[in-house]
């Protein structure tokens, strides 16, 4: 993943890798052993969706997930989303989420 990015949401801040093309948003984090603290991977699918569903079948730890909405910020999380699982965001009442931000299990708490 070439893009590099630094997101804020809160009092947290990760430094990111960004994932924009099909091979990248489709790879991510699958069999990567471990991200150290506040870094993570940032998925920009480049429009708003309603639902995003995230293969959890190649990783190899537990993560937090936060969607991200184009124009309003976090409109969801998802936390200590175990390997094997597959990950579900479905929001049909907001226009959904552009992207989503993969990190280490715990540190999105409170998000």
């Not at 991510?28 to 870094?39: K, R």
Request: glycine letters at 10%.
């Amino acid at each position: 993943m070439p893009g590099q990015a630094v997101v804020t949401i809160k009092d947290r801040q990760w430094n990111v890798a960004i994932a924009n093309t099909y091979a990248e948003l489709t790879s991510g984090l699958s069999e990567v052993e471990s991200i150290l603290p506040q870094t993570g991977a940032l998925f920009d699918l480049g429009s708003d969706q309603q639902h995003i569903e995230i293969d959890m079948s190649r990783m190899l730890f537990a993560l937090d997930i936060i969607f991200i909405n184009s124009t309003q910020g976090v409109v969801g999380a998802l936390h200590n989303v175990q390997p094997g699982l597959n990950a579900t965001f479905h929001n049909e009442q907001m226009p959904g989420a552009r992207c989503f931000l993969e990190v280490n299990a715990g540190e999105a708490e409170g998000i």
